[in-house]
């Protein structure tokens, strides 16, 4: 079997990691809208549970990630919205760094398959 649980794995984690991209970058676009409320999607927390499952490969398949209103934030500024721009800015940057890896390690094992295979790139 060519697809294996941690290629699936890998999809899923750039997948996700592209929904967070969107949300951490919806909030820094509200960043001045009264009160917006920070969003976030766990798609770390999604994934480590369904890995940790004894049926892993059919649960990684399935997974899908929500984009939710983190509650862990309170409001930072005096008109109630929850965006702290320097930490979403971060929040961001480091989010492209692992969507890169994980982008970065896909193509890797797809190089290696392919060459196993005997297959021109």
Do not use: C, W
């Not at 499952?53 to 500024?77: I, K, L, M, N, P």
């Not at 965006?83 to 290696?112: C, G, H, M």
């Amino acid at each position: 079997m060519l697809i294996d649980t941690t290629q699936l794995a890998l999809e899923r984690s750039i997948s996700g990691a592209a929904q967070r991209q969107e949300a951490l970058a919806a909030n820094i676009a509200n960043a001045a809208t009264p009160g917006y409320r920070r969003v976030d999607v766990d798609f770390h927390g999604a994934l480590a549970a369904v890995l940790g499952s004894s049926d892993a490969r059919h649960t990684v398949e399935a997974t899908g990630f929500t984009t939710q209103v983190d509650g862990t934030v309170g409001a930072t500024q005096a008109d109630g919205n929850s965006i702290d721009i320097d930490a979403e800015s971060a929040k961001l940057a480091a989010n492209a760094l692992e969507q890169q890896a994980a982008v970065s390690v896909a193509r890797t094992r797809n190089a290696i398959l392919r060459a196993a295979m005997g297959v021109a790139s």
